[in-house]
């Protein structure tokens, strides 16, 4: 299991989140006050690695990517969220 953080800018966590939920990843994603999404993903390595590349390169279809940056990724023995949600 691998865990990371990820930054988005722009896109729609509601693209995100059905993507997480598709590929089996828990976490979480959140719009932030300066028009870039913020979240956290947890799950098997190579479907974390999938989902970076949707969010690096397709992302919701009214997003324009600019930049996709994941941080702290490390190593997890069991994921500590259920499913995958929009935060508010």
Do not use: H
Not at 14 to 19: G, M, P, R
Not at 21 to 32: D, E, I, P, Y
Not at 44 to 56: G, N, Y
């Amino acid at each position: 299991m691998l865990q990371g953080n990820l930054c988005l800018s722009p896109s729609s966590p509601q693209y995100t989140e059905k993507e997480g939920l598709r590929l089996g990843l828990c976490g979480w994603v959140k719009n932030t006050n300066k028009g870039t999404v913020v979240g956290q993903v947890q799950g098997p390595v190579d479907m974390i690695r999938e989902m970076k590349v949707w969010l690096s390169k397709e992302g919701s279809p009214t997003s324009r990517i600019t930049r996709a940056s994941f941080s702290n990724e490390r190593s997890i023995d069991k994921v500590e969220f259920s499913g995958f949600k929009t935060r508010f």
